[in-house]
């Protein structure tokens, strides 16, 4: 794999050359199969989801459900396969009033 020094994006081959997915860079393909890969840490914090017990969940994605404990009627949510794989998954309810949490089975 050859990654963009541009942009940092992933590059594919087209000929003798190395073209970058996304600004459309060009260069010639690295042949050296010891050549150093370089990570570079582009997630902001912002961007993670939290899925622990004890975790904020701003970020999280929300449904239109009716709390049972205070009636709001907006809850975050998660999905989690909590069966066997030809079982529908659990999803996980947190209102975004009260706190109170909840499953609900397909």
Same mark, same amino acid.
């Given at each position: 794999? &050859?990654?963009?020094?541009?942009?940092?994006?992933?590059?594919?081959? !087209?000929? @003798?050359?190395?073209?970058?997915?996304?600004?459309?860079? =060009?260069?010639?393909?690295? $042949?050296?199969?010891?050549? &150093?890969?370089?990570? #570079?840490?582009?997630? =902001?914090?912002?961007?993670? #989801?939290? +899925?622990?017990? !004890?975790? /904020?969940?701003?970020?999280?994605? /929300?449904?239109?459900? +009716? *709390?049972? &404990? *205070?009636?709001? !009627?907006?809850?975050?949510? /998660? #999905?989690? &396969? +909590?069966?066997?794989?030809? $079982?529908?998954? +659990? =999803?996980?309810?947190?209102?975004?009033? *009260?706190?109170? =949490?909840?499953? @609900?089975? !397909?």
């Amino acid at each position: 794999m &050859q990654f963009c020094e541009e942009c940092g994006s992933l590059m594919h081959a !087209d000929s @003798e050359e190395m073209v970058c997915s996304s600004c459309g860079a =060009r260069v010639a393909k690295d $042949e050296d199969v010891t050549a &150093q890969y370089v990570s #570079i840490e582009t997630q =902001r914090f912002d961007d993670v #989801i939290e +899925t622990t017990e !004890d975790a /904020t969940d701003e970020g999280m994605p /929300t449904a239109e459900v +009716t *709390c049972e &404990q *205070c009636g709001n !009627d907006r809850a975050w949510y /998660t #999905i989690k &396969q +909590t069966g066997a794989a030809d $079982e529908p998954p +659990t =999803r996980f309810f947190k209102c975004t009033e *009260c706190g109170y =949490r909840w499953r @609900e089975y !397909d």
